[in-house]
């Protein structure tokens, strides 16, 4: 995976797209591509999500 915060589409192709978490599309240099970062017991974890929408969606359930 692409470290995320390179730039935007920078060197990124389906093979090495991040998946969104919430339906599984893969994101391609997307202007509304959404990381989230959560630390947990000292782990670093990041979600990634196409858009706003499913952003809400995954964190409504």
């Keep these: 995976m692409v470290d995320p915060t390179s730039d935007l589409g920078e060197d990124?192709?389906?093979?090495t797209a991040p998946e969104c978490t919430n339906c599984g599309e893969k994101i391609?240099?997307?202007p509304t591509h959404r990381i989230v970062t959560t630390i947990e017991d000292g782990l670093v974890?990041?979600?990634?999500?196409c858009s706003d929408?499913?952003?809400d969606e995954w964190y409504a359930e």
């Design 12 to 15: 990124v192709d389906e093979s």
């Design 28 to 30: 391609v240099q997307s």
């Design 45 to 49: 974890e990041y979600r990634h999500f």
């Design 53 to 55: 929408d499913c952003r």
